[in-house]
């Protein structure tokens, strides 16, 4: 399929991406997530778009080289958000290569498989704290 080596490549990105923190990073990004809550992380996500953009797409040396993204009080929630985005991503990936989505197909057809679509994506959850216990936001 078109999309085969993308869904799991993403898979390997979202590791790397989790794997950018120290467990003291993790724990100093803990304490941020439960005093700014899911809104707030919501909300920093929505208002640093472009800057998760940026941190996705660069490659592992030139998330080191950017002084800005090693600023503690951003590199922790950067990370955060960005995972989560890449894991979206990862989702949309895994759920179009399921489908056979190609051009020919009738506007019917297509309406219909792009619902299908959808609710796949829907389907599978997104943890807004993919590391270790505890979830600033479960509590």
């Excluded at 941190?55 to 090693?70: D, F, M």
């Excluded at 951003?74 to 989702?91: C, D, E, N, P």
């Excluded at 179009?96 to 796949?120: H, K």
Aim: with cysteine.
């Amino acid at each position: 399929m078109l999309f085969d080596n993308y869904a799991a490549a993403s898979r390997v990105h979202v590791h790397e991406l989790l794997t950018i923190l120290s467990a003291d990073e993790i724990n100093g990004l803990r304490e941020t997530c439960r005093r700014l809550g899911q809104k707030g992380v919501q909300q920093w996500y929505g208002e640093h778009f472009d800057l998760v953009l940026d941190y996705v797409r660069a490659t592992p040396s030139e998330r080191k080289r950017k002084k800005a993204w090693q600023v503690q009080d951003i590199k922790g929630i950067l990370v955060l958000v960005s995972s989560i985005h890449a894991a979206q991503a990862r989702g949309l990936l895994k759920a179009i290569t399921n489908r056979v989505f190609a051009p020919g197909l009738s506007y019917r057809e297509t309406t219909a498989l792009a619902g299908e679509i959808y609710l796949d994506v829907l389907m599978q959850p997104v943890p807004y704290w993919p590391f270790d216990p505890p979830d600033p936001f479960a509590e």
